[in-house]
């Protein structure tokens, strides 16, 4: 039933590794985001992607890139992690590009 | 990046209507407000929008003056449940921006 689903829910890993975040929502909906909230609780948009096509790309290090292999999935690649990665990285999704989005649960990412 | 201004932190009783005040004085005329919130630990979640009217839906009520440059979301009577942050967007260049909001306590 849940509508956009992230996994996994918590991360806990160190510096300079990669790891993935994947983001799935079965509301039909053709347009997903990437956001991130910091320490200080800022929430920010990373990406946005409309039918597999990055349409908002954040200044966002390199280190980070988005992968949709299909309208229903955005997943989230983090290469050479670093301390300043830790957060809390929300998916999101909307029929068309909608300011009315629905987010997921939330990944916390904790690098040490 | 902000457009809007909200006081930090309110408190209401529980069963009494929340009245959360937001400024946007400099909100163009096409432009709509949006309300989300966020309970702790979770996802944002939409409340409601609107642009010149007053909305209502199941969840709230917005009500924007008529010269567009303040709103107030109203949760008719507030239950502990409805403790979290609130954010008033204007939205702006494509994308969502969120400010602070303001935290919601509900007491009993």
């Known amino acids: 039933d849940t509508a956009v689903s992230q996994t996994p829910k918590y991360l806990v890993t160190q510096m300079g590794n990669d790891k993935s975040i994947k983001c799935e929502q079965n509301?039909?909906?053709?347009?997903m985001y990437w956001y991130k909230q910091d320490s200080k609780k800022f929430l920010k948009i990373m990406f946005s992607?409309?039918?597999?096509?990055?349409?908002i790309n954040e200044t966002v290090p390199n280190r980070f890139s988005p992968k949709s292999p299909d309208k229903a999935h955005l997943n989230l690649h983090i290469n050479s992690l670093e301390l300043g990665d830790s957060a809390v990285y929300f998916c999101?999704?909307?029929?068309?590009?909608?300011?009315?989005?629905?987010f997921g649960p939330g990944t916390r990412l904790t690098v040490t | 990046d902000a457009k809007t201004t909200q006081p930090p932190s309110m408190d209401c009783a529980e069963g009494r209507a929340a009245n959360l005040p937001c400024n946007h004085s400099?909100?163009?005329?096409?432009?709509?407000v949006y309300w989300y919130r966020q309970i702790h630990s979770q996802g944002p979640q939409y409340i409601i929008h609107g642009l010149k009217n007053n909305e209502t839906n199941e969840m709230a009520s917005l009500i924007i003056t008529e010269d567009r440059k303040s709103s107030t979301l109203i949760l008719p009577h507030a239950t502990l449940r409805d403790t979290a942050v609130y954010y008033c967007?204007?939205?702006?260049?494509?994308?969502?921006?969120f400010g602070q909001g303001t935290e919601l306590s509900v007491k009993p």
């Open positions: 400099t909100i163009s005329g096409n432009e709509y």
């Open positions: 992607y409309n039918n597999k096509e990055l349409i």
């Open positions: 967007i204007v939205r702006g260049e494509g994308k969502l921006i």
């Open positions: 509301l039909g909906h053709d347009t």
């Open positions: 999101a999704s909307s029929q068309g590009f909608s300011y009315e989005q629905y």
